[in-house]
């Protein structure tokens, strides 16, 4: 396929549902051969496959809990089988650490158990993929984590899943300068709320939680899928060349 990221190759983690399903599928409408990551919903990765092939496109899922000490080495496992078919020397370009866990709760209310399995997925899991991705990243690929909106606005009420997107600024800062000469560039996309699954019970079909997201933000809306997407695929591009080591919040203008 034609477009600005045609020969590059992408890993979106998370990508079977929400923002890292948007995100696979921009990148591949742009040209990259997207490695599309899931946890246990196969059937919806594969969706998302169909619809990146549908389109003219190319993708493949790749199964990794993250959850699992050895969730980073399966996913690259996964990747190096499938992207043999192509790429010879099954390098990447693009890796988008989308992929995350979150459970509502105030620091009285978290369980501890909650709290190692948000720093597994949230945290653990992209710093080993990094790590462990190092041979297969070119000079000229791009990093983007996937932080929150949570790192500037307080909320109390999901507490150590902030911490975890706080991390993960910190790696976003820390590796764009140990990374940079070797011409990998390291960036973070803040989102505000998202119709996602993750909010659908409080949000997808309640307009007065719709209208109370709305009069917090600039913009007036509730953030979509692809407002996001396109800020990943922006930073991940070749556009982007001298940024570097940046979170960008993407959300309309959260409680500005
Ligand atoms: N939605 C928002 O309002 C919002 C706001 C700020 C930041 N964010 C961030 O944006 C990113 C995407 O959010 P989203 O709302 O699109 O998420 P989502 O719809 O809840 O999807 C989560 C994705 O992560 C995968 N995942 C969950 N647990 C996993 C595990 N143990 N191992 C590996 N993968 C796992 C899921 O795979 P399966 O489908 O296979 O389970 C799914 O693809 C996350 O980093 C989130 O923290 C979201």
């Given at each position: ?5 045609a020969g ?10 929400g ?5 696979a599928i921009?990148?591949?409408?742009q040209?990259a ?8 919903d ?13 389109q003219g ?8 809990d993250f ?9 690259w496992a996964?990747y ?8 010879a020397d099954?390098?990447v370009?693009?890796l ?23 720093f597994a ?12 991705g190092l041979?297969r990243?070119?000079e000229?690929?791009?990093?983007v984590?996937?932080?929150?909106a949570?790192?500037?606005?307080a ?9 975890t ?13 140990e ?9 973070a996309?803040?989102?505000g709320?998202?119709d ?5 019970s ?5 307009p007065?939680?719709q209208e109370?997201?709305?009069?917090e933000?600039?913009?007036?809306r509730?953030g ?6 396109k ?20 959300s ?5």
């Amino acid at each position: 396929m034609s477009g600005q990221l045609a020969g590059k190759t992408a890993v979106v983690t998370g990508a079977s549902r929400g923002i890292g399903r948007a995100t696979a599928i921009r990148l591949a409408t742009q040209g990259a051969v997207v490695a599309v990551h899931y946890a246990s919903d196969g059937a919806a990765a594969h969706d998302v496959v169909d619809t990146v092939r549908a389109q003219g496109g190319t993708a493949f899922a790749v199964q990794a809990d993250f959850g699992a000490v050895d969730g980073p080495d399966r996913l690259w496992a996964g990747y190096d089988e499938r992207i043999k078919e192509f790429s010879a020397d099954g390098h990447v370009d693009i890796l988008v650490n989308n992929a995350a866990t979150s459970v509502r709760a105030t620091l009285e209310e978290t369980k501890i158990e909650d709290y190692e399995r948000m720093f597994a997925v949230n945290v653990r899991a992209p710093f080993f993929l990094i790590q462990k991705g190092l041979d297969r990243l070119r000079e000229g690929s791009a990093i983007v984590n996937v932080a929150s909106a949570v790192t500037r606005m307080a909320f109390p009420e999901v507490v150590a899943y902030g911490l975890t997107k706080g991390a993960l600024n910190t790696l976003t800062l820390t590796l764009a300068q140990e990374l940079g000469p070797r011409g990998i560039r390291v960036n973070a996309v803040s989102p505000g709320t998202v119709d996602t699954d993750v909010n659908a019970s409080w949000l997808r079909h309640d307009p007065q939680a719709q209208e109370f997201v709305s009069q917090e933000t600039a913009l007036r809306r509730v953030g979509r899928p692809d407002d996001i997407a396109k800020v990943i695929a922006y930073l991940a591009s070749d556009q982007a060349e001298w940024v570097t080591g940046q979170v960008v919040e993407a959300s309309g203008g959260a409680r500005l």
